[in-house]
């Protein structure tokens, strides 16, 4: 089963509306990140947050992280239609190897 | 940049059949990955190997063989396909420091393989 589940599955805004995504996962970590991937491509990474950090900026990207619920969210804010995408987050679960969640499909109407 | 480069783009394969995908990263990386996603599952970890010449189970091993040739290679073979092995793969690879996972994954840009 996987670790991490994002919620909502789809999502679909106006362009210059703020898009939050959230993450849960399930076992302890020592790091979580946010990737996004781009229809028929490879994923890139958005921002990585480390278990003893609350709250990271990267640009217009906003990631929390709450270990006590085992969950992260991931806010664009101002989104532009460029962001239409689908993003996954991942964690380590203390190991050598990372584990995805299903994702969020973003679409950004311009 | 190349990063990381994966061979072939494209495959259609019959059941049966056999084929091995390259992933190669001139990032001198230890860590390698190769993941399948399909829709609506995001990606399924299938093998990685933390440092060269090591290999490890991911979530969905059963019907795939890996070789982590060297630092810069780390192959997914399939020995018999499967229609249910139809599927996009990514290789990826990461830095690691001791026990911990220090930073991004680099993802290829994905091999599409389909199994008739």
């Known amino acids: 089963s996987q670790q991490g589940e994002e919620d909502p599955q789809a999502l679909s805004i106006q362009e210059g509306e703020n898009a939050t995504m959230n993450c849960s996962y399930k076992?302890?970590?020592?790091?979580l990140q946010w990737y996004r991937q781009n229809s028929g491509r490879g994923l890139v990474h958005l921002i990585l947050?480390?278990?003893?950090?609350r709250e990271k900026h990267s640009g217009r990207l906003r990631v929390t992280l709450d270990t006590s619920k085992k969950s992260s969210s991931l806010l664009i804010t101002a989104s532009r239609a460029a962001d239409t995408a689908s993003y996954f987050c991942?964690?380590?679960?203390?190991?050598?190897?990372?584990?995805f969640g299903t994702g969020t499909r973003l679409k950004v109407l311009a | 940049n190349a990063g990381v480069t994966q061979t072939p783009k494209f495959q259609v394969l019959k059941t049966g059949q056999s084929m091995t995908l390259q992933c190669a990263q001139d990032?001198?990386?230890?860590?390698m990955y190769w993941y399948r996603q399909d829709p609506g599952m995001g990606l399924r970890l299938i093998y990685y190997?933390?440092?060269?010449?090591?290999?490890d189970k991911g979530e969905v091993p059963n019907g795939y063989n890996v070789s982590r040739l060297n630092k810069r290679e780390f192959s997914l073979r399939l020995e018999s396909a499967a229609p249910s092995q139809t599927s996009v793969y990514f290789c990826?690879?990461?830095?690691?420091?001791?026990?911990?996972?220090?930073?991004?994954?680099?993802f290829g840009e994905g091999s599409r393989l389909t199994v008739l």
């Open positions: 947050i480390r278990s003893n950090e």
């Open positions: 990032m001198n990386h230890n860590s």
């Open positions: 190997s933390a440092s060269e010449g090591t290999t």
């Open positions: 076992t302890s970590i020592n790091n």
């Open positions: 991942a964690t380590d679960g203390g190991t050598y190897k990372y584990i």
């Open positions: 990826a690879s990461s830095e690691r420091l001791g026990n911990l996972l220090t930073g991004e994954l680099f």
